[in-house]
């Protein structure tokens, strides 16, 4: 298994749905992030988790919600989504608190809302 | 502001090709660490090279080279005899010090590399 899981892989939602993505990490990583790609963007970082706690929202809306029981999980708890929150969903985690010494990556969970 | 610029969208080269992928940085820090990182089509991002600040020697891993120039603010990447699994996006990325008491890590947009059997 490789260090960073997430789950689902591919995920279509309807706008009133309420879903949640999966990230899992066995690396003994302190820190985990989801970032937020679009086609034709740069990476967005959404949120950061420090040993458990929140340290960073980067202004994303409410209908993203982040939940990190263990510094190995992390959840992102999705309702009332919009097409264009329509993207690839990546979960990292570092040792360091802020990354500098690298993030190691899940697969992302592709996400489509319809 | 910190900023990282991939003017290349897309390369595309013939395998067995070099070719080198350029990556310009802005920041104010004297303590920052410079990434690239590759995204091959299942969609992670894979970690290549972290290079410090203080640390300008150039680096080799395999058909992998890095240079770094402060005096330029560019950290390009270069491929050697470049190979069809080579075919992805790459990133480059900055991490700036916590001289605000924060980190900052920004991203390039990207530079798509396809390379041509």
């Known amino acids: 298994e490789t260090g960073v899981t997430q789950t689902p892989r591919h995920l279509v939602m309807g706008m009133t749905n309420k879903k949640s993505l999966k990230c899992e990490q066995h690396?003994?990583?302190?820190?985990m992030y989801w970032y937020k790609q679009s086609a034709k963007k740069p990476l967005e970082l959404m949120f950061v988790y420090n040993f458990k706690e929140q340290t960073e929202n980067n202004s994303v809306p409410s209908r993203f919600s982040p939940e990190c029981p263990n510094s190995s999980h992390l959840f992102l708890h999705l309702h009332t989504l919009q097409p264009e929150d329509s993207a690839l969903y990546l979960c990292?985690?570092?040792?360091?608190?802020?990354?500098?010494?690298?993030?190691?990556f899940g697969s992302g969970t592709r996400l489509t809302v319809v | 502001a910190q900023k990282v610029t991939q003017a290349q969208t897309e390369i595309s080269v013939v395998e067995k090709e070099d070719v080198t992928l350029d990556c310009v940085y802005e920041?104010?820090?004297?303590?920052?660490?410079l990434f690239w990182y590759k995204q091959p089509p299942s969609g992670e991002l894979v970690f290549l090279i972290r290079?410090?600040?203080?640390?300008?020697q150039n680096e080799i891993s395999g058909r992998y080279s890095w240079n770094f120039q402060k005096s330029t603010s560019s950290f390009n990447f270069t491929i050697t005899a470049s190979q069809v699994v080579d075919s992805a996006v790459y990133f480059c990325a900055l991490s700036e010090g916590p001289t605000s008491g924060t980190y900052k890590y920004i991203f390039g947009t990207g530079t798509r590399l396809k390379v041509l059997a």
């Open positions: 290079r410090n600040s203080f640390d300008e």
């Open positions: 690396l003994g990583h302190n820190a």
């Open positions: 920041t104010r820090d004297t303590t920052y660490y």
């Open positions: 990292a985690s570092s040792q360091a608190p802020r990354g500098q010494d690298g993030y190691t």
